[in-house]
């Protein structure tokens, strides 16, 4: 039963460490539209400092009602919420860092804990970019799950304009 549950709630992430700089928080314009499947990209700008390495924070929601798995969830059988950069247009990413997951009781059989994301979480990212304008690209890869099923993972693209000043 303990494997069925399992298998029935997925979710996807990653885990780098991110040395404590100040965050650059991302805005997101009114042009933007929210994502279809479960998990939305609140961030499409940002700008900071060119060529030493700025943290900037990637803002994710996910939709009420559901949840996905942390970047490090607890059992090995789960999908991690995982990012993926592309190193392009001059950017160089260093390193990336996860929040922590909130503990998530299965409603289900024995109650099982999960590690997950619920409501807004966000993912920092350390990068160097150049003067100028950049393209950040990437992909969330991640899972989400309701209180009874799980549905086929997603890939949620990542796209943020850099500005390095």
Known sequence: MKVALIG??????C????APLCAQEIQLSSAA???????ELLSDAV???AGEPQVVELRFRVQDGF???SHTPKDELLIATALQISAANGLKVVEEQYPKGSTFRLPLASGETLDVYQGEFRVSVRLVVPKGSSTLTGAL???ACDNAVCYPP??????VAVTGR
Request: contains cysteine; proline residues 9%; hydrophobic residues 40%.
């Open 33 to 39: 539209a929210p994502h279809k499947g479960h998990v």
């Open 154 to 159: 997603k890939t949620l693209p990542v796209v």
């Open 47 to 49: 700008e900071v400092k």
């Open 8 to 13: 029935l709630c997925l979710a996807l992430t």
């Open 67 to 69: 949840h996905i798995n």
């Open 141 to 143: 890869h991640y899972q």
């Open 15 to 18: 885990a780098p460490s991110c």
